[in-house]
């Protein structure tokens, strides 16, 4: 019998792997990346382990043991280079082959990069792996200053870390706001605030155009405005891992097209992760997600389906940043939201803001409000009482009845 073969090694491989077991599928099953490492939780890294909180072991998804142990053909620094989808192979490197049974691509995204003048500076980075992050660590220990290009929520979690290690940082935002693109103008002022009151300084309306330095970086330029920096990050957005399934045949656009059993345009390849793009029945559209509870939610689907099962993927999208003592919760897309309710107050960094559309809860930004957090999750798409949601002193699981 022919394997299911896995291409990535992250939260989306890592979870198809080990559903597939707690499915009893009892075949050989095959994970292979091109990283050296076991399957490891990403949103650490610009989290707990690039603030040293955490072990290399404490970022892993599991155990190394655990892929032995349950049979799991893991193979670390293994990059496919094609896959031909007629005679069901995949490549790795440049000449081994591997036939599959069922493919699944979790092939991830990688940061999107700039193309400037000076570019190619060294003290330049982007944060996507362990080995950036250790580079990253490294180059903070000698630094006294970053410049941190983009103020979504990665730029601003590193920003967050540095200057509470004593480092001066600036963050440099394009747009007219800070987060733009993922929350509204009253939370971007929030964590605005916040970060200015921790020391960070922030330029919105600044767009970089190009780096200089003699040996390294030393400054990051953005028309006829300069910032000095020893190190500089740049956290710009990301790009899904497209390629491979494009050049093979797949239908893609803006992510590998899957189906709501994360099944490709080919009967025997599926995919899950922050490569695809898929339709979410909860939301009605499509949507190409970036987080972690999509990776694993739609891994679980796929390994189901896979072997025969006939799950569709329905998730109510939810995310989260750390930032300095502050855990911020999301449910939803806030732009989905008509009108917004606040809970509790803001200036005592604990607070909720639900947003409803008719009369409907469809997204919540909870700040250190777990509970909140864990309600909205299941008042989603339910008429509440604005009044209600607003009052302290009402207990929200009352709506749950
Ligand atoms: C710094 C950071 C912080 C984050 N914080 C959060 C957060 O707080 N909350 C949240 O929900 N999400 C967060 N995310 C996003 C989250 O980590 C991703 O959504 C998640 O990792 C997606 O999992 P995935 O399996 O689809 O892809 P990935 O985890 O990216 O794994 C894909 C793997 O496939 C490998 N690969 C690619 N092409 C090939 C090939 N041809 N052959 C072999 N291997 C290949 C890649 O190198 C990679 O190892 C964060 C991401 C980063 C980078």
């Known amino acids: 019998m022919s394997a299911i073969v896995v291409i990535g090694a992250g939260h989306a491989a890592g979870q198809t792997a080990a559903s597939l077991r707690q499915e009893n599928y009892e075949g050989e099953i095959v994970i292979l990346g091109d990283e050296p490492h076991p399957p490891y939780q990403r949103p650490q890294l610009s989290k707990k382990y690039l603030s040293g909180d955490i072990t290399l072991e404490q970022v892993y998804l599991r155990p190394e043991k655990f892929y032995g142990d349950n049979n799991i053909n893991l193979r670390t620094n293994s990059p496919v280079t094609n896959i031909d989808p007629l005679s069901k192979a995949v490549t790795v490197g440049n000449t081994e082959t591997i036939i599959y049974e069922k493919l699944l691509i979790a092939t991830g995204s990688r940061p999107r990069k700039l193309d400037l003048n000076g570019s190619d500076l060294k003290g330049i980075y982007y944060l996507r792996s362990i080995s950036d992050v250790d580079l990253i660590s490294t180059a903070m220990k000698s630094a006294a200053s970053v410049c941190i290009v983009g103020g979504g929520y990665l730029g601003l979690e590193v920003a967050a870390i540095a200057v509470t290690s004593g480092l ?143 799950i569709s993927y329905a998730a109510i999208p939810w995310f989260w940043s750390d ?79």
């Open 168 to 310: 001066q940082v600036t963050v440099l935002e394009t747009e007219e706001r800070i987060l733009q693109r993922v929350t509204t103008a009253e939370m971007s002022a929030f964590y605005h605030e916040l970060h200015t009151s921790r020391g960070v300084k922030i330029h919105t309306q600044t767009a970089c155009s190009g780096f200089e330095g003699e040996k390294q970086v030393e400054r990051v330029l953005c028309g006829d405005r300069s910032f000095d920096a020893d190190l500089i990050i740049i956290g710009i957005g990301i790009l899904p891992n497209t390629e491979l399934a494009a050049e093979s045949g797949l239908a893609c656009e803006n992510g590998i097209v899957v189906d709501d059993h994360c099944l490709t345009s080919d009967p025997n390849i599926f995919a899950a992760g922050d490569c695809t793009n898929h339709p979410n029945p909860l939301l009605g559209r499509r949507l190409r997600l970036e987080s972690v509870q999509n990776a694993m939610d739609q891994a679980r689907t796929a390994a189901a389906n896979m072997l025969g099962g006939d």
């Open 323 to 401: 930032q300095y003592e502050l855990k911020l919760q999301m449910v939803g897309f806030s732009s989905d939201g008509a009108t917004q309710v606040l809970r509790g107050n803001k200036s005592d960094n604990a607070f909720a803001v639900f947003y409803l559309d008719g009369g409907a809860v469809v997204a919540v930004d909870a700040v250190n409000s777990p509970r909140e957090f864990m309600v909205a999750r299941q008042l989603y798409g339910r008429q509440v009482d604005a009044s209600q949601l607003a009052d302290t002193q009402f207990n929200l699981k009352d709506l749950l009845i």
